[in-house]
């Protein structure tokens, strides 16, 4: 073989042992967000936003304040890209009176429970500035349960609430990441279950911003 040839050839042999490598590598990388692992579980810490839970005369209002929001989701694969997924999460919040001029007064407090359930559709990988990163929606329904207090009087509802959200796992390393996600919550505050005034409330948007350390198993 000439040398000029045998240089070739070398060359030729290297670039693809680097091509493979280097493939080999991003699909490692890729793979760090969706493992193929069975189960994944996501505590996180977020704030929620309510919608208004009752709209009065005069620009008038009454709802929840903005707060935090704790929980944690649990993700069980049924395919490559499809998750069927449960949440809880909690929330300790004030009711207010909006009132024009005048501003948002404090009528009672809440504590909120918020359970659901449903699937989640995985886009497929993809890489931006050397980091795998999974986006992904998913669609539900459950419920938010209120427990409202104001001195010594206390009472409770519980409402249907379907769910929206989108998001994405960004791999931080083996089944370990980084899930952020924005779900808005729909539904309509149950008045006859809480006061026993046959009140229908509107359909309220309440909307969670979080994040969480999602663990792969």
Do not use: C, W
């Not at 395919?79 to 004030?94: R, Y």
């Not at 009132?99 to 699937?119: F, R």
């Amino acid at each position: 073989m000439r040398p000029a040839s045998y240089f070739r050839s070398t060359l030729l042999s290297a670039a693809a042992v680097a091509t493979l490598g280097s493939s080999a590598h991003a699909q490692t990388r890729a793979t760090s967000v969706s493992s193929g692992k069975a189960f994944d579980f996501t505590p996180y810490v977020g704030y929620m936003v309510f919608g208004s839970l009752m709209d009065g005369p005069l620009g008038t209002s009454i709802g929840n304040a903005p707060a935090p929001v704790f929980g944690a989701q649990l993700g069980m694969r049924l395919a490559p890209n499809i998750s069927l997924v449960g949440n809880v999460a909690a929330a300790s919040s004030d009711i207010k009176a909006g009132i024009p001029i005048i501003g948002g007064l404090s009528v009672a407090h809440s504590n909120l429970l918020l359970y659901d359930g449903g699937l989640q559709l995985d886009v497929p990988v993809m890489m931006i500035a050397g980091t795998s990163m999974s986006p992904f929606v998913q669609a539900g329904a459950g419920a938010m349960r209120y427990e409202i207090s104001q001195s010594f009087l206390s009472t409770n509802a519980t409402n249907f609430a379907g769910n929206v959200g989108i998001g994405a796992d960004v791999a931080i390393g083996n089944n370990i990441g980084v899930r952020l996600m924005a779900k808005d919550y729909i539904g309509k505050f149950d008045f006859k279950d809480a006061t026993f005034i046959d009140y229908e409330g509107k359909t309220t948007n309440s909307f969670a911003f979080s994040a969480g350390l999602r663990m792969s198993f």
